[in-house]
């Protein structure tokens, strides 16, 4: 379901190039559904990748500070991937609320704010910290501490899954020695 200016981009790009993408999803490696192309003249193999089985609880945080945590009530819609609806100011977007039993939303940059993807924590609701931002990309835990948490955010968001480009990298032709 891609729009037809993203399928021109598409023809531009691979013409520009000379080699065509492949389309993986990161829900193959990671508890994160995050549809993309990407163009390599390695000779990649998708066949065989399923979907895993991870889901955004296997990559949740036991304790988490209490600032991550929003006082604001929500309305509850069931367990289905958007569970609830956040009383806050917002475009609707900014009020989903996942459930822990899916796979997360594909991460963007964020910079703070209500930005950031929220979960339901038991009954609470609550933004993803950047160590989950990180899981979900496959980085290693805490790969970005250091930096502000909103830089946090809007650098992983911004970023590949790595366990994607690793997949792609692992089809590298070896050298005869």
């Known amino acids: 379901c891609f729009s037809s200016i993203s399928l021109l981009n598409s023809y531009k790009i691979s013409s520009i190039l000379g080699t065509f993408p492949i389309f993986i999803d990161s829900n193959c490696f990671s508890a994160q559904d995050r549809p993309r192309f990407y163009w390599t003249n390695i000779p990649v193999s998708v066949m065989g990748l399923r979907e895993s089985d991870l889901k ?11 600032k991550y945590f929003y006082k604001c009530g929500f309305d509850y819609l069931g367990d289905k991937k958007v569970c609830a609806t956040l009383h806050i100011n917002g475009h609707d977007i ?11 939303h ?7 704010g209500n930005l950031q993807k929220k979960v339901l924590d038991g009954n609470r609701v609550r933004k993803l910290t950047p160590l989950e931002y990180e899981r979900l990309q496959t980085l290693p835990d805490n790969y970005t501490y250091g930096i502000s948490d909103s830089q ?20 590298i032709p070896k050298e005869d020695k």
């Open 106 to 112: 594909t991460l963007t940059c964020c910079r703070g």
């Open 56 to 66: 955004l609880k296997d990559i949740m945080q036991k304790y988490v500070p209490e």
């Open 152 to 171: 946090r955010y809007n650098s992983v968001g911004n970023g590949w899954t790595v366990d994607v480009i690793a997949h792609i990298f692992s089809f």
């Open 94 to 104: 900014l009020k989903r609320v996942h459930s822990p039993n899916y796979k997360c």
